[in-house]
C-alpha cells in the first residue's frame, strides 16, 4: 500500500507561522528517497497548484528547489529521507495562502499518492 499523510495545518493569523509535515509509508515509503517530492495546495472553487518541490538529494540549493512565485521568500521545502518525510515551512502567512495543502511526487504527481491534505486557514 501507498501512503502520503500530511499534517500540521491549523487557523493562524496573518503573519504567523507553520510547518506542514509530510510522511510516506507503505510503498511510497519504500522509494521516498529516491523521488522528488512537491506542496501542492487548492482552495474551494480554484484548481490545485503546484507550490514547492525539492529533488531526492538532501542537499538543497535555490537552483534545485523550486518555489511558486506567490510564496517564493516566505516558505521553505526541507526533507528527511531517513524519516520519509518532506517539510513545508510557511511564514508571513496571508490570506490568500488559505488551502488545502497536500504533497505528492513532483512535478508530475502520480494520482495513488492523493492524500488528504491538511487544511491551512489564515485569518484574524
Known amino acids: 500500500q501507498v501512503q502520503l499523510v500530511e499534517s500540521g495545518g491549523g487557523l493562524v493569523q496573518p503573519g504567523g507561522s507553520l510547518r506542514l509535515s509530510c510522511a510516506a509509508s507503505g510503498s511510497a515509503g519504500s522509494v521516498f528517497k529516491f523521488y522528488a517530492m512537491g506542496w501542492y495546495r487548492q482552495a474551494p472553487g480554484k484548481e490545485r497548484e503546484l507550490v514547492a518541490h525539492i529533488p531526492s538529494s538532501a542537499v538543497i540549493s535555490s537552483v534545485s528547489t523550486y518555489y511558486a512565485d506567490s510564496v517564493k521568500g516566505r516558505f521553505t521545502i526541507s526533507r528527511d529521507n531517513v524519516k520519509n518525510t518532506v517539510y513545508l515551512q510557511m511564514s508571513s502567512l496571508k490570506p490568500e495562502d488559505t488551502a488545502v495543502y497536500f504533497c505528492?511526487?513532483?512535478?508530475?504527481?502520480?494520482?495513488?499518492?492523493w492524500g488528504q491534505g491538511t487544511q491551512v486557514t489564515v485569518s484574524s
Open positions: 505528492n511526487r513532483a512535478p508530475r504527481p502520480t494520482d495513488e499518492y
